[in-house]
């Protein structure tokens, strides 16, 4: 699946520019929820990702970089985003959360910044249906693909498996383009999330299908 983030897109329009990157053949659209404490930049919110699953019927992705993100739960079920991601960096209560995302009739996803060792998806690999793998540090789009993540998705692929998380899909996030994809997905990825390559082209269309 490709996931374009929206980060780099109009924030005037960003339900129209999610329509057109359905449109030019996306799968998923995916949403960098950035609160300026988690991360220094400061996004959008539920208001705005209601307008934007409204806009589209393809499922949407709230990647929460955020300090507080059982907060933003409820908001963003509500709100209509199928895919609830949050980082395990920030809360003590991984466990609980994960629970709170599927009460809120949500698929639960945790994100892992480059530096963060998998080994906890031993203990909540039940209850994760999708596991982000950042490949740069979060924050901001355009930057560059961090490659000595790469050995990380194999080892997530088999922590899930062994520990009876053997549906959740793996996503990498971050710097993804036409050079790394084949490799990303061979290495056990199934979604990728592309920003600049996507939004930053003359032709989402034709990125999305060079992605492909
Ligand atoms: C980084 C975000 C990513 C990013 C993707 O903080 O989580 O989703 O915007 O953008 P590119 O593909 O430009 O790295
Ligand atoms: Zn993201």
Redesign the pocket.
Known sequence: MIAP?I??CNRGALAEESRMLQDAGADMI?L?V?DGSF?PVLTFGAGTAAAIAEAVDIPVDA?L?VSHPDRLISPFAKAGCEWITVHPEVTEHLDRLLGTIRDAGCRAGV?LNPSTPPGFLRWVAPKVDLVLI??????????K?LTYVHSKIGEVRRLLDINGGGDAIISV?????DSNAGTLISLGASVL????????SADPAEAIRRLR
């Open positions: 983030s980060l780099g995916h960098d950035m991360v990647h970089m994100a950042m490949t740069v540090n979060p924050g901001y789009g355009g930057q693909h996030d971050g710097g993804v383009d999330v592309a920003g600049s390559f996507i939004t930053g």
